[in-house]
């Protein structure tokens, strides 16, 4: 059975444009199925999969949807039509990449779906909201979103460059052979800039030991997407330097990773050894948009977008109180590792962070609620990026993942 590119439409106001991109992706020599997610009759062109069925598929028939008259629950059902018809092609090996397009609407409708379909898969929306927020759209998928630029409207000289470039661009994805890489155990890791030495020093150790490592970006989407691929059952062991994103939760900063962040491998008896990188600092946007309520706090300019703040004493002694419950929850092996020294590169002694009062909150907050018969706690006389300090976490994981694999 050929596999094929889908096109997500809604084919009431965006017919012609998805029928423009059928037929650039179809002359590239690859087949696609266009998806109609439009409530109303198509404007141009016929779809393989109907609104019918995707609003059957959605869990209530068009016509009744029709009658209600309500557009937010027209919307949902599409959503949900879409995303269940997608998922059942991609079981039947039919899917060989997704591309939608369209405004608000119709990229929610087509994101939406795309949500379904495993990292790695080709997923493009061309989109006129692409260069604002993307965020509620991609999520922690890897979705690429091309800026229309003009509204999706019509096919004239800039929309047809820009959709037959999206075109060629899903065509090429989707033609192209997945990389042929070695199988070997998936570590999940997690990494800022400022524990970069440690993160660097720990996965060359891991790779050396023969494992492949996934480094995450603790930004808020990189935390959920390890906890998303942890839950999934991918990953074998997670080294948790980086857990800097509470700091953002619990604060008010801008990467919070959600209040579920550290439950992933507790929950899935995961192997982890976590740290407290990172975690003598929030972070926001430009120096002037720091809350005014932050006003006489330590602040750093990273650079010209991003503020970070000193955590201050308080803080760290409910952030050790947080980690602790998360991971006592642990039905795995799980330890501690904390660096008495300084948690990131700009909390070691003579850097802007330094904080052995703030530090000695957090470590004692740790020490106090971390249930010992369930977290190893190993302290150790370093900086988090110290060399000695990141081969110890590695080579701690490695003793943890093979006690696991052995049992």
Not at 318 to 338: D, H, T, V, Y
Not at 345 to 367: C, I, N, T
């Amino acid at each position: 059975m050929d596999r094929s590119v889908i096109i997500i439409g809604t084919l009431d106001t965006k017919g012609a444009e998805a029928m423009y991109l059928q037929e650039r992706i179809e002359s590239a020599g690859v087949p696609t199925i266009v998806m109609d997610a439009g409530v109303f009759e198509a404007s141009a062109g016929a779809a393989d999969l109907s609104n019918e069925e995707v609003a059957r598929a959605g869990g209530v028939p068009l016509q009744e949807l029709i009658a209600r008259k309500d557009r937010g629950e027209a919307m949902d059902v599409m959503m949900k039509g879409a995303a269940a018809l997608l998922a059942g092609l991609h079981r039947e090996g039919r899917v060989a990449g997704v591309i939608g397009l369209g405004g608000s609407a119709g990229t929610t409708i087509a994101t939406y779906a795309m949500q379904v379909l495993p990292i790695g898969v080709p997923k493009l929306m061309v989109s006129t909201v692409a260069s604002g927020n993307t965020r509620p759209y991609v999520g922690e998928k890897d979705i690429a979103m091309m800026y229309s630029v003009v509204d999706v409207s019509g096919i004239n000289r800039l929309s047809a460059r820009i959709l037959s470039n999206a075109a060629h661009a899903i065509a090429g994805m989707a033609a192209g052979a997945p990389p042929q890489v070695e199988d070997k155990p998936l570590v999940a890791a997690t990494m800022f800039g400022v524990t970069t030495p440690c993160v660097t020093a720990a996965r060359e150790y891991l790779e050396r030991s023969g494992y492949e490592v996934l480094v995450f970006h603790a930004t808020g989407s990189g935390g959920r997407a390890m906890e998303g691929l942890i839950d999934s059952g991918f990953i074998a062991g997670v080294l948790d330097v980086t857990t800097t994103e509470w700091c953002d939760e619990l604060v008010g900063g801008e990467l919070s990773a959600g209040p579920q962040r550290l439950e992933a491998a507790a929950r899935a008896g995961v192997p982890q050894v976590v740290s407290t990188g990172a975690l003598d600092m929030v972070n926001f946007g430009p120096y002037d948009t720091v809350p005014e309520k932050f006003a006489g706090r330590k602040l750093y300019r990273h650079n010209a977008t991003i503020t970070l703040m000193r955590t201050d004493a308080e803080e760290n002694r409910r952030l050790g109180e947080i980690i602790a419950a998360k991971l006592n929850r642990s039905e795995g092996p799980c330890a501690m590792f904390l660096p008495l020294q300084g948690v990131s590169l700009l909390d070691a002694e003579g850097q802007a962070f330094h904080g052995p009062e703030e530090d000695a909150a957090l470590f004692s907050s740790l020490k106090r609620h971390l249930d010992p018969t369930r977290v190893e706690i190993i302290e150790m006389e370093n900086n988090l990026n110290d060399e000695a300090f990141a081969l110890a976490m590695a080579k701690r994981l490695v003793e943890l993942m093979r006690q696991a694999a052995v049992h």
